[in-house]
């Protein structure tokens, strides 16, 4: 039997850190073994930040799967290779972050090594407080800009 920590009730509640003044940005191949560099970071800045175990774990789902869109359909052959094919910024806000993915590859659509819509999409809208999809930098590629925010307790 385990006994009723009064430290764990504490540890879910979620107080706010101040924002970090500055986001974070990479830029990597897109390549699988970079998703893990990304879930990474966005570890280490939801650990600054202070979030609630519960969003980062959210967080870390919707941001692979938008990363892994990157890496299995945005690109053919080499280009996957370019330094900044996978492109990833880390923004705090002052409840919660802000998370951009961007690639310059085929952008969103029907992909044709896929048989027909997937559920990566509707999984990351359902994980995040705010999804916006929208052409990338250059009207190239495609941008998903994902905001989450913990959930407000009731008094």
């Known amino acids: 039997m385990r006994a009723h920590s009064p430290f764990a009730a504490a540890h879910e509640r979620w107080t706010p850190a101040p924002a970090t003044p500055s986001p974070v940005r990479l830029s ?3 390549r ?29 789902l919707a941001v692979t799967e938008a990363c ?3 890496v299995r359909h945005a690109y053919t052959g080499a280009e996957a290779d370019d ?3 996978l492109r990833v910024e880390l923004r705090p806000q002052p409840r919660g972050m802000l998370v951009v993915v961007e690639d310059r590859g085929r952008g969103l659509g ?12 509707p999984l990351i809208a359902a994980l995040t407080d705010d999804l916006e ?14 905001s989450f925010a913990p959930a407000i307790e009731a008094a």
């Open 28 to 30: 990597l191949p897109a």
């Open 32 to 60: 699988a073994r970079n998703v893990a560099v990304v879930r990474r970071a966005l570890e280490a800045v939801a650990e600054e930040l202070a979030l609630p175990r519960r969003l980062v774990e959210d967080m870390r």
């Open 68 to 70: 892994t869109n990157v």
């Open 83 to 85: 330094q900044s094919a």
């Open 110 to 121: 029907p992909s044709p090594d896929a048989g027909g819509p997937g559920l990566g999409l």
């Open 133 to 146: 999809i929208s052409h990338g930098p250059g009207n190239r590629g495609s941008r998903v800009a994902m």
